[in-house]
């Protein structure tokens, strides 16, 4: 989204002590909408606070730019107020983790072939990090970065174009025609906090609406795309091959050409638990961080919906592409013939864990992995041995 504030609206970037906590205190009295976002090293002194913006997504904005103006380069700000909404911050989530818990990750290995598995989450917040040193080492003894999907392997126009044409309604159809009377106005409401309209997604099918409604909604949050663990990661490949579990077009199919009745009753659910993802977000982040399964899981499905349908597509988003990954996945360590190879392998952290997570499903296939945990030191990799040829090493059939 291109997204830009007025440059009517008001925007105070305080950096005085006494200034900025006086500021905090008039909050309430702002025109909104407003935001606040701080440095947490020095929130009394680094902060941007901006009011009157034309919608939720340009306060958010115009407050971290505000903050980070101030800030040193390795000093990333966090919003912390939206509107009348508080924001946990990533130090509050990070005080809730326990001493010593498990990671989403776990360690495979097979004749020099070694398979670190970790489960990822796709969007978050710069302050969230950084990652458990365990998963950094893990990475570091890569040779290769397996994801479920490389968005990078085409150019951002071909990128948009694929996804275009699957997101779009056909000829002739028009969200407008397709969507309730009802579900038309509310979608109208909410766009709104965006700085959008339904005309301007009018040839978009309703699960591309509810897409960008969910993407919008957290980045308002101060939760960024480009700060998700892929890439983290691919930012720093350097010389590792990249490899996929999945295809582009087999994932843009699924999330875009779902029967059109599950994908209104999915956007109007969506529009219906909006306003509660902060803190089914932190929950599902606090359960990430603290390698707590089952409450990871429920976070997961707390988000997904309870109806028929959408039990149906939770099941077609998680557990039906599980199998498909830990074939992938198996096939690394089948081929394991005593040169050293390393993986590591990211995919939503949803996938990993339940029945029919890819961790018991791999163990299914004759693979247990252990489970690493944080203070744990990783275990020696194996001795180097010439790389095999890129072209061997497909996770796709």
């Given amino acids: 989204l291109a997204v830009a504030a007025s440059a009517a609206a008001a925007v105070l970037a ?49 407050a971290l730019a505000a ?74 003894r890569a040779d290769h970065l397996v994801l479920e999907v490389d968005v990078t392997a085409l150019p951002p126009q071909a990128l948009q174009q694929r996804t275009l044409a699957y997101g779009l309604l056909p ?12 579900l038309y106005a509310a979608l109208g409401n909410r766009l709104a906090d965006y700085g959008m309209t ?38 720093r490949r350097a010389g590792r091959t990249v490899l996929e579990l999945e295809s582009l077009d087999d994932q843009l199919d699924l999330l875009f050409n779902q029967p059109l009745d599950t994908q209104i009753e999915l956007l109007a659910e969506t529009l219906e638990v909006a306003d509660d993802i902060e803190p089914l977000l932190t929950g599902m982040l606090l359960a990430w961080l603290s390698g707590d399964d089952a409450a990871f899981l429920e976070s997961f499905r707390a988000q997904s919906g309870d109806s028929p349908r959408a039990r149906a597509f939770t099941r077609a988003l998680l557990e039906d592409r599980n199998h498909v990954m830990a074939d992938g996945i198996a096939r690394f360590l089948a081929a394991a ?59 796709t059939p």
């Fill in 14 to 62: 305080l950096a005085i002590p006494g200034g900025a906590a006086r500021a905090a205190e008039d909050y309430a009295a702002l025109a909104e909408a407003k935001a606040l976002a701080v440095s947490p090293r020095r929130p009394d002194e680094v902060r941007g606070l901006v009011h009157g913006q034309p919608h939720d997504l340009a306060a958010a904005r115009a």
């Fill in 67 to 140: 903050c980070q103006r101030q800030a040193a380069p390795d000093e990333p700000c966090e919003v912390v107020r939206l509107n009348g909404e508080r924001i946990t911050t990533g130090a509050e989530i990070r005080a809730r983790v326990p001493a010593r818990h498990p990671l989403f990750l776990w360690r495979f290995e097979r004749q020099g072939t070694v398979v670190y598995l970790a489960g990822s989450i796709h969007i978050l917040k710069p302050t969230l990090y950084p990652l458990p040193a365990q998963i950094e080492t893990a990475f570091e």
């Fill in 171 to 182: 000829p002739g159809q028009s969200l407008r025609a397709v969507l309730p009377d009802t």
């Fill in 198 to 235: 339904p005309d301007m997604l009018d040839r978009a099918k309703p699960a591309m609406v509810m897409n960008q409604i969910v993407v919008s909604r957290l980045m308002s949050l101060g939760y960024l795309p480009d700060s998700g663990l892929e890439s983290h990661f691919l930012a």
């Fill in 337 to 395: 013939d005593g040169a050293s190879r390393t993986y590591f392998v990211l995919v939503g952290a949803a996938h990993l864990v339940g029945e029919e997570g890819i961790v018991p499903l791999l163990a299914d296939r004759g693979y247990r992995g252990r489970r690493i945990h944080a203070g744990e030191t990783l275990p020696a990799p194996p001795a180097r041995a010439p790389r095999a040829p890129a072209d061997t090493l497909e996770a």
